[in-house]
């Protein structure tokens, strides 16, 4: 059996597209310095060429069985209890990050 596309889900896929392919350009444009005509076509393209695997991830996402069998949970990994996913959680990994980076950085600007 053939499944038909609606006008609507062909316009749906058709903005998401336009979306993606507006953000990836605005992004490219964003981080280059100097933009001339040959910058402007290869960020189109490039943006054109990431917004269709975005749009192909995104809608394999939206086709997943969701009344699939899960399997039974188990007990996460040792590393894994150590983020619950709490907002403090994320304030203390960002604060031993940004106190290694800065232990590992110390002996550069005394010394230098």
Known sequence: MRRRTTPRAILLATDELLLWWGALALLW???ISAVDT?????GASVAAAGALPARAGTAALGRRDHRAHRPPRRRP???LRLQS?????YVAWLLVGT???AALAL???LGG
Do not use: A, K, Q
Not at 38 to 42: A, H, P, S, T
């Open 29 to 31: 444009l964003v981080l």
């Open 38 to 42: 040959l910058e402007r076509i290869v």
């Open 77 to 79: 990994e040792p590393h």
């Open 85 to 89: 996913g709490h907002v403090g959680d």
């Open 99 to 101: 106190t290694l980076l």
């Open 107 to 109: 002996p550069g600007v």
